[in-house]
C-alpha cells in the first residue's frame, strides 16, 4: 500500500512538473511578443522623504499590461526573463525609458527627483552594464546622483569580487546603489563594509506587522540604526498604516515607500501628483 501511495505521489508530481514547465514556457513565449509588441509599461512608486515629507524620487516598477487591460506581475514575469536573455533586453529598456522620463521631470522643474531602477542578476553581472549607464548619463545629461540603482543581496553572493568591482565602477560614475530587501536573503555584514553602497531599503516583511511583532520592531529599529551610522540612507518599504509611518518617524527612518503614500502609478499620474504638490502633512520635524 505504501509502495502504491509513493508511485501515486511521484506520478502526482511529475504530471504537476510537467504542466509547470509547460505554463513557463508558454509565458516565455507570451513574454517575448510582449516586449514585440511594447506591452510592458513602467510605473513609478513615489518615495517619500520623512525629514520634509515631499516626494524624493520615485522607483521603476515593471508592469505587462495584457490586451483585456489586466496586469502580470513583474513577481511572476521578471523570473522567467531571468531565465533567458530577454531580461537583458527588458532591463536595459527599463534603464534608458525611466531615465529620460526622469529627464522629462527635471526639465519640468522637479531637478530635485532621483529614480530608482530594479536590476536582475544577469543584468547586473553583464559586462555591457556601466558602459550602458554612461551612455545613457551621457544622453540625458542627468545628475549621476539621481540614478540610483537596486539591487538585493542574492544576487551578490554568486561572485562577491566581480560584484564588487562592477559596483566600484558604478559608483564611480557617481550612480547611487541600494541593497533591496535588505534582511531577507543572505544578510551579511561583510557586504556594508565592503560594498559602496548609498542606502538600506528595509524589507517589507518587517514593516509589515508594526509596531506591534515585537520581533519586527527590533530587525527594524536595528536596520536604521546600523544605516544611520553607517551614514546611509534607510527607506521603509511597503507603508501601509499610519502607525508604521509614525514609528518610522519616530525612529528616524530617512524615507518610505507605501500604499498609506501612494501605489505604484503611470508616468502620467505621477506627473500630476508632482505638480499638485502631494506631502506627507504629519512629516517628521527636528
Ligand atoms: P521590489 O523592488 O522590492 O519592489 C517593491 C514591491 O512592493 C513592488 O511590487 C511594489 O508595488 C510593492 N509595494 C510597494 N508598496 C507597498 C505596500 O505598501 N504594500 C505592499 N503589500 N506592497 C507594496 P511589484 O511592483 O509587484 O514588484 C515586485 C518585484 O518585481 C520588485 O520588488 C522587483 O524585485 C521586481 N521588479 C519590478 N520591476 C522590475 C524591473 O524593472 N526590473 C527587475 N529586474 N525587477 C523588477
Ligand atoms: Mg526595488
Ligand atoms: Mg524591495
Ligand atoms: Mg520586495
Known sequence: VQEECADN??????????????????LKSAL???VQNQELEIFYQPKV????????GVEALLRWRKADGSF????????????????LEIGAW?????????????????GHLSVAINLSGKQFHDEQLPAMIGDILRETA?????????????????????????????????????IDDFGRGYSSLTYLKRFPINVLKVDQSFVRDLPHGHKDVAIAMSI???????????????????????????????????????????????????????????????
Request: contains cysteine.
Open 142 to 178: 542627468l545628475p549621476p546622483q539621481s540614478l540610483n540603482l537596486e539591487i538585493t543581496e542574492n544576487i551578490l553572493i554568486d561572485n562577491v569580487e566581480n560584484a564588487i568591482r562592477i559596483m566600484e565602477q558604478i559608483s564611480a560614475m557617481g550612480v547611487h546603489l541600494s
Open 224 to 286: 536604521i540604526s546600523l544605516g544611520s551610522r553607517l551614514n546611509l540612507k534607510v527607506v521603509a518599504e511597503g507603508v501601509e498604516t499610519p502607525e508604521q509611518l509614525a514609528f518610522m518617524q519616530q525612529h528616524k527612518c530617512t524615507e518610505m515607500q507605501g500604499f498609506l503614500f501612494s501605489k505604484a502609478i503611470d508616468a502620467e499620474e505621477l506627473g500630476a501628483m508632482l505638480r499638485s504638490g502631494k506631502h506627507l502633512s504629519c512629516a517628521y520635524r527636528p
Open 9 to 26: 505521489g511521484y506520478l502526482h508530481y511529475s504530471h504537476r512538473m510537467r504542466r509547470e514547465i509547460l505554463e513557463q514556457a508558454a
Open 72 to 87: 502580470i506581475s513583474p513577481a511572476e514575469f521578471i523570473p522567467v526573463a531571468e531565465r533567458s536573455d530577454l531580461i
Open 32 to 34: 517575448a511578443s510582449a
Open 94 to 110: 527599463v534603464l534608458k525609458s525611466a531615465c529620460r522620463q526622469l529627464k522629462k521631470w527635471h526639465d519640468e522643474g522637479h
Open 49 to 56: 522623504c520623512l525629514n520634509t515629507g515631499t516626494i524624493s
